[in-house]
């Protein structure tokens, strides 16, 4: 096993006590590309430093590759060599210019030539070429977010940690970082975790998820899976809109594109009010026999339109919702 968490737990006092991790335990394998969602708080930043050496622990043990990683109490200076976390504040040498802070990060021994390549590779994929002689202070604040990460792309960890250092980056940017380290996962072996707000990032790139909750783990399992069968409505939003559909006086968890607006007749009966166009989905306002407004969430409205009358058909319904949020699998 490349990672293993053995019950990890993080505590911070400085009024009352936050228990910011709980007993967590996982393991990582090689090669894999894990996310790590949340709501605001759940303990997801407090993870990723507790795994780059940065935390020291409260209880348990963090095995990489077999061995410890050690916390500052025990490690003077904090953080391991084969492991680089990536946070949104970032440090740059401002008295040396783009390309400097690029060589600076290589590895000496490295040939001119390869210091070269590696320097020209990193400025093409940040789209820094025609700032590399400018000074950290003289970029705006999105092109020093990409240089600092471009830094630390340039000589690669085992264990790359991102803790939202993207969430500026236009989609263009972020889906070439995404397809680099797509590459040197496969390559290189490169394991990366990542925190991140966006969903549709997690749904394309993770191979695992894992789902914390005021420092608990709710779920750690494929994507899809997670996706597909949440655990409950917190799991659920934190991957994509839902429908919640009361039939046969039960509630269940539609996705949207598992609903269908259709003219055969339903349990359901609406009437379209309003219809926004969100991209990859339509968010409309439909209203009921008893004139109350619903928000429902669906991927396809065929032809329909504004003021008509329409069923709402749900398949697959393999999702019902049980007690205290948690759903229910037929
Ligand atoms: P997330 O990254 O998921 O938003 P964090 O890991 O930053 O969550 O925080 C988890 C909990 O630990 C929060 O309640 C936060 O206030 C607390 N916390 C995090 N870092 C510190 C710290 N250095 N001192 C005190 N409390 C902290
Ligand atoms: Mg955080």
């Keep these: 096993m490349f990672l293993r968490l053995k019950r990890v737990e993080k505590y911070f006092s400085s009024n009352k006590i936050t228990k910011a991790l709980k007993p967590l ?6 090669g894999q590309h894990v996310f790590v969602i949340g709501e605001t708080g759940s303990g997801k930043s407090t993870l990723l430093k507790c795994l780059a050496g940065i935390h020291d622990l409260d209880g348990g043990e963090i095995l990489l590759e077999g ?7 025990v490690n003077l200076i904090p953080g391991h060599h084969d492991i680089r976390l990536v946070e949104q ?15 600076m ?14 320097i020209k590779q990193m400025l093409d994929l940040f789209g820094l070429h025609r700032m590399k002689n400018k000074l950290p202070t003289e970029l705006s604040g999105g092109q020093q977010q990409r240089l600092a990460l471009a830094v630390a792309l340039i000589e690669l960890p085992k264990l790359l940690l991102l803790d939202e250092p993207f969430a500026h980056f236009d989609p263009q940017l972020k889906s070439r970082i995404f397809e680099y380290l797509k590459t040197k996962i496969s390559d290189q072996n490169l394991t990366v975790i990542t925190v991140t707000h966006d969903f549709r990032e997690t749904l394309k790139h993770a191979d ?10 709710l779920q750690y399992e494929k994507v899809s899976l997670i996706y597909n069968q949440p655990k409950d ?11 919640m559909l009361k039939q046969k006086g039960e509630i269940w968890l539609i996705r949207p594109e598992e ?12 009437k379209i009010e309003r219809v926004e166009f969100c991209g990859h989905y339509y968010e409309i306002v439909v209203s009921d026999k008893f004139k109350d407004e619903h928000v429902v969430f669906v991927n396809e409205i065929d032809s329909f339109q504004d003021g008509e009358q329409v069923f709402l058909n749900a398949i697959p319904m393999q999702r019902k919702l049980g007690e205290k949020e948690k759903l229910i699998y037929a």
């Design 208 to 217: 695992k998820v894992l789902v914390l909750n005021k420092g608990k783990k």
């Design 233 to 243: 409505l917190y799991t659920a939003g934190l991957l994509g809109e839902f429908n």
């Design 259 to 270: 609903l269908r607006f259709s003219d055969v007749q339903t349990e359901q009966a609406v």
């Design 25 to 30: 335990s996982l393991s990582i394998d090689l």
């Design 89 to 103: 504040e970032f440090s740059l040498k401002k008295f040396n210019t783009v390309s400097q802070n690029l060589e």
């Design 67 to 73: 061995k410890p990683i050690l916390g500052p109490a």
């Design 105 to 118: 990060a290589l590895d000496s021994t490295l040939l001119v030539k390869q210091k070269k390549a590696r």
